[in-house]
């Protein structure tokens, strides 16, 4: 039976052997973001650049014209393309080689090693006990501490009544399972190379599971989802209130996230065909209020002056506490927070960077919607939160959408108005990268002045190309542009650009540049200091960099500097559980980051008026 | 309503205002033990040294004729008694001076100081916070713990939920409840004035509660009652061949005990007018089976060669998870073991008894069905465990009993057997003590021989009484001696010593002192050496001493060396819930006391071959 051409399609990604599924028409970047697999793009995905190559292991797309620009005829016969340029539209087997990944690109070049010594928290230790006799009568818990060299260990009541029948009908032969001092667990024979952990990465939108098998170090399955919050209100805001206003709320909230990573748990472990209860660990990080409804914890006072969270610190939670139903004495880490806007997925994304040990300053952006932005380096981090508002996520905007099927992703004006719709199909709306490349585009012709005003057809400059011209049209409320016809769309009307959108992309590019100059007022750091702008997040991978510089919404520092680095919260999480050694440096990291807190500075009003304007060419 | 004569009445202790209930007829000094009082008693409970000296406030009992030796007349309308000579037959209140006291003495004489400086691990804490500000926007956890100096406890997640609500609602007013570095639960308002814990000790028959109050240092209630499980055996062995045979049978046994602690503890926090969930720490004692059945853990290896349990050390565990309805995040501090058949009971009398600081070598001696003996100092300290069985508790001896009402506790043979009945009945058998006064006193007028052989009225020597004689008569299986003639038994006929009774007994003291011989060769120490021999336990309490001598029971020390020192091992659980020292002390008494399996030495049957003879005058 064939599948219908909207059905997902499945792309699995060496070597890590990590599958995802991708609607079709998913840009291959994207789907490989989705798979945890960070891609080095320093042109921002434009096809320029001819970094991002991959191998397409089984039917191969027809090259693109970026692909052959970039590739050999005998690279392409190998089923070599820019994984910019890719659309996947069938099952595909993708191998990524290590020149084009991000992280592993970052260690060969700056040597700092974003590779991780695995350590992990949760150790397993095979052990043949002698049997007890009389001369050498220790107790069971005992003898086996003192033969694992583990006699500091604190036993649970429940390794405590498993062992006396675990030694006695197992010869003697078994393996502990520690964590922190604690033994968790005990399992017959010798299980020490099955250690597995689950990386999570909480997002008000989405949520992605990480297996990773802790005895080899590498992963092995990665699932994602919705998060199943969003029905209470799609941005943290609306959550927090659901969570304090009805009785339930709270619970009803916790149990939806909670249930959310056990599916994923679920989903990872059966792929890699293990139980549930062989993960020992889980590590997460999210935002603040993600955070706090996982572990039905209020978050009321989040949201309220002067926005503290409940706890800052990195906690460890029982499995079976937490509700997560990996092996019940498990252990769940939860990453620190740094402030009750400025959590735990930014801390993940200055370790996953290694920004903070770097000499020269770099800044780092996570923008959803809220703008999460971190300055600095070795000596010193300083944080801050803005409010940009759901305008990079498509909403109050005419004809915004989110960056799903139908959405227009990226827009070029040359003779006209050019586009890209996600999944192939007519457009019905603009996603936010369209939205930052439409307004940088009419800002380029002329058609939008420095104050955001959109010029009437009079008005343009003598250069403005014809056709453009005409798209400017009188609305309901002042000019609109039009920028697809009634006739190209799945609606029943053009889709318009309004004046009032330009002025939310204003808003919003303004509340986060406003916070990039005061962070870098903070640390008397001019652009061209900056060593590398660091852009994280689904947004931050797919924004076109020479667009987002266009606008003001990034410093004016060359386009080599500014790096998508993808899912840094996730990776952080990762490394996390890899590591002992991270989850330290995670802990100094959420200890020694300042935060600014932006509501109480009088200068924070003066850089957001002015930084609402466009820059300057 | 009049009560009736079998009904229990209350006796309280001043100034504790510790109440217990005991049966008509009990002595007061029992009484006193039951109460967690130890008196000093040099004479053994003889009424000849006059040192157990109390004060009835109301309606004193007639003056006994030790009472009128010992105490002046003006003493005697004060209410002034000896507690050793005193039944209780109605409530009473009893003051307990200083002076009397066991402990309090020991520390007056010795100063060595067993009393303990007050250093609960359970601590409370009251703070009243700084409100956050934009410019304090410190979490709520973090600004609680750095205020209270206590920044590096781990929070549990329930005290996280609860936090920010009680803040709030509370206008940052609150006490702080912490242990071992967790933050267990926070409290509205200033609470640190309460803090409360329970002192358990499991024996095998007798479970005694006690409730501190442990901001002020003392005790304030305690309870007891027998131990649930009898029904399922009365000694260890039966209740481990129950909990390791039938599916259900560990679990029953535990339910049983926990629910045994709940009752005591629920008694205890009724009498003092708190709440359960005010006590916030448990600390238990008892034998390592015991202990087991308490986890609910299987002792089913203590009782098979070579003698191993699950466990040795002090565990933490949390009051829900032991199953106790003290605070559900309270701990429950189990004491360390010393071996399979020496657990925390003898932990803790050791630590009550300070022996483990002494100089000179001391000998502690607790029987039960077992005797568990400790011998050593400063410098050493070794212990064993020998099956004395259960002859001493009455079992296996033809007109045996408990230490109940109708049991002879007490037997002097002047012109005639002279004996003492618990409960001012009429005999209906003999207790252990009794049963060592009349075998002692057989001996004394030779109607016993070393060899422990009864002897015939032929061969009895020149001076034995005529109405001893009479006694000595043809039983069933050779010679009976009758202890109580048929008419004034509550029984059809005559209470009988038989021979046979005479070889349990003989078995039985000669395990006890086989161990003694042995430990003392261990650490080549001669009676003379001893600094003191301190006999715990109800038996230990009620044993006149120099009967006990006189069998052979103890070594040949004079009277005075020998002590009484009541329930040591609850005194120790005591200790330790005052004290976080006395938990360490009792971890390194538990780890340096050396174990001698006597089951593994070739001695040990000639040592107890030899101790079955009774000594030479």
Chains 1, 2 share one sequence.
Not at 460 to 466: C, E, S, T
Not at 545 to 562: D, F, Q
């Amino acid at each position: 039976m064939p599948s219908s051409p909207r059905d997902p399609v499945r792309v699995s990604f060496q070597p890590e052997g990590r599958s995802v599924f991708v609607l079709p028409g998913t840009a291959l970047i994207e789907a490989a973001v989705r798979a945890g697999i960070v891609l080095d793009t320093p042109c921002g995905g434009k096809g320029s650049c001819g970094k991002c190559r991959v191998e397409i292991t089984a039917n191969p797309p027809e090259p693109s014209e970026a692909d052959r620009r970039h590739l050999s005829a005998e690279e392409l016969a190998l089923g070599h393309r820019l994984a910019c340029q890719t659309r996947v539209f069938r099952e595909a087997s993708v191998s990524v080689p290590l020149a084009t990944r991000f992280f592993e690109q970052r260690i060969l070049t700056d040597g700092r090693g974003r590779r991780v010594a695995l350590e992990p928290t949760v150790r397993k230790c095979h052990v043949k006990l002698p049997e007890p006799t009389l001369e050498d009568s220790r107790a069971d818990l005992e003898r086996l501490l003192a033969e694992t060299h583990q006699s500091d260990h604190e036993p649970g009541l429940e390794a405590l009544r498993e062992l006396p029948g675990l030694l006695r009908e197992h010869g003697y032969d078994l393996t502990t399972v520690t964590a922190e001092g604690h033994l968790l667990a005990l399992e017959p024979g010798d299980t020490s190379s099955k250690n597995f952990g689950m990386a999570f990465d909480v997002g008000t939108t989405t949520v992605v599971g990480f297996l990773l098998d802790l005895a080899a170090g590498k992963e092995v399955a990665v699932a994602s989802c919705a998060n199943p919050q969003i029905p209470f209100g799609d941005d943290v805001v609306s959550r927090i209130d659901h969570a304090a206003n009805s009785p339930q709320g709270l619970q009803e909230l916790r149990s939806r996230i909670v249930e959310c990573l056990n599916d994923l748990a679920g989903e990872c472990c059966r792929s890699a065909s293990i139980r549930c209860s062989d993960v020992y660990e889980a590590t997460v990080v999210g935002n603040t209020t993600m955070l706090h409804l996982l572990l039905g914890v209020s978050p009321a006072f989040v949201a309220q002056a002067p926005y503290v969270g409940v706890w800052k610190r990195s906690l460890n939670v029982r499995g079976e506490e937490a509700g997560l139903q990996i092996h019940p004495r498990g252990l769940v880490h939860i990453l620190p927070q740094i402030a009750g806007f400025v959590g735990a997925d930014t801390v993940g994304v200055i370790l996953a960077s290694g920004m903070h040990e770097s000499q020269a300053p770099t800044l780092a952006i996570d923008i959803g919607t809220n703008g999460e932005l971190v300055i600095g380096g070795r000596d010193r981090l300083v944080s801050c939160s803005t409010a940009a508002g759901p305008a990079f996520e498509g909403a109050r905007i005419r004809f915004g959408m989110r960056a799903a099927p139908g959405a227009i992703d990226k827009v070029i004006i040359n003779q006209d108005v050019e586009f890209n719709v996600i999944g192939n199909a007519s457009p019905r709306g603009i996603c936010g990268t369209a939205l930052i490349d439409l307004v940088a585009e009419l800002l380029r012709v002329g058609c939008i002045d420095r104050t955001g005003r959109l010029l009437p057809p009079e008005e343009l400059p003598q250069g403005a190309p014809d056709i453009v011209k005409r798209r400017v049209v009188e609305g309901d409320k002042g000019l609109d542009f039009i920028v697809v016809d009634r006739d190209r769309t799945q609606l029943d009307g053009p889709i318009l650009l309004t004046q009032r959108d330009i002025r939310e992309l204003q808003l919003a590019k303004g509340a986060i540049s406003a916070g990039v100059s005061i962070l870098m007022k903070e640390l008397a750091v001019e652009p061209d200091q900056l060593d590398h702008v660091l852009l994280a997040g689904a947004f931050g991978t797919f924004v076109r960099r020479s667009m987002a510089r266009r606008i003001g919404l990034l410093p004016n520092v060359p386009s080599e500097k500014v790096l998508h680095i993808g899912n840094a919260a996730g990776a952080g999480a990762r490394m996390a559980l890899l590591s002992r050694r991270c989850k330290e440096d995670a802990n100094r990291i959420a200890e020694r980051t300042e935060y600014l807190e932006l509501a109480g500075r009088a200068d924070f009003q003066m850089e957001f008026g002015s930084a609402m304007l466009f820059p300057e060419l």
